[in-house]
């Protein structure tokens, strides 16, 4: 299944160790995977599985944001001195704890109920825009910024993997509107 959604995308995919796929969406460099995450405890060692996206590029303002499942440990407010923003979508807004360095950008990239409500579809533990760490010490190049998203479970249909692109393609989309990000940059 990931093999034939990264045939559809003239990507590349990579069976090893966990699937992973890679394409190119007007010229951004897109990778998803399935990665599992081993935590000790003790002499036992127990591991979960997550799906994660990764866009990077080139960002013309410095432009962050944090969207994470409420409940999830998140310190990046903290460390930023940042408050949760509200969107207006009550629903979204009681889900998800919202941060970024410019709320107005912010604003208006969520205003596309189409992202809000993927977001909400899909098992979302965290969205980030970051020039930092993602969950799990993925980092973009030096100098570049990074679109990370990680979901919890393995995706198991392409149909998922086709909402996921979408998610991707509807934010980049809207990233470059805004004039949050530049166009067409590739991280190799």
Same mark, same amino acid.
């Given at each position: 299944?990931?093999?034939?959604?990264?045939?559809?995308?003239?990507?590349?995919?990579?069976?090893?160790?966990?699937?992973?796929?890679?394409?190119?969406?007007?010229?951004?460099?897109?990778?998803?995977?399935? %990665?599992?995450? %081993?935590?000790?405890?003790?002499?036992?060692?127990?591991?979960?599985?997550?799906?994660?996206?990764?866009?990077?590029?080139?960002?013309?303002?410095?432009?962050?944001?944090?969207?994470?499942?409420?409940?999830?440990?998140?310190?990046?407010?903290?460390?930023?001195?940042?408050?949760?923003?509200?969107?207006?979508?009550?629903?979204f807004d009681k889900r998800f704890i919202i941060k970024s360095n410019d709320e107005?950008?912010?604003?208006?990239?969520?205003?596309?109920?189409?992202?809000?409500?993927?977001?909400?579809?899909?098992?979302?533990?965290?969205?980030?825009?970051?020039?930092?760490?993602?969950?799990?010490?993925?980092?973009?190049?030096?100098?570049?910024?990074?679109?990370? %998203?990680?979901?919890?479970?393995?995706?198991?249909?392409?149909?998922?993997?086709?909402?996921?692109?979408?998610?991707?393609?509807?934010?980049?989309?809207?990233?470059?509107?805004?004039?949050?990000?530049?166009?067409?940059?590739?991280?190799?």
């Amino acid at each position: 299944m990931w093999q034939q959604f990264a045939r559809g995308k003239s990507g590349t995919y990579t069976p090893v160790p966990d699937d992973k796929v890679q394409y190119t969406y007007k010229g951004f460099l897109i990778s998803f995977d399935s %990665y599992t995450h %081993y935590v000790s405890a003790g002499d036992k060692t127990y591991g979960s599985i997550y799906t994660r996206g990764v866009a990077a590029f080139t960002s013309s303002s410095d432009f962050t944001l944090s969207i994470s499942q409420q409940g999830v440990p998140d310190n990046i407010g903290e460390v930023f001195n940042q408050h949760d923003i509200q969107t207006g979508n009550k629903a979204f807004d009681k889900r998800f704890i919202i941060k970024s360095n410019d709320e107005a950008k912010l604003l208006l990239l969520l205003v596309s109920r189409s992202i809000t409500s993927s977001l909400q579809d899909m098992k979302t533990i965290r969205l980030e825009i970051t020039d930092g760490d993602g969950l799990f010490g993925e980092k973009p190049l030096k100098g570049n910024f990074m679109l990370y %998203y990680v979901m919890a479970g393995k995706v198991k249909e392409i149909s998922q993997l086709v909402k996921l692109h979408q998610l991707f393609a509807k934010l980049l989309d809207g990233l470059v509107k805004i004039c949050a990000i530049q166009s067409g940059h590739t991280e190799k």
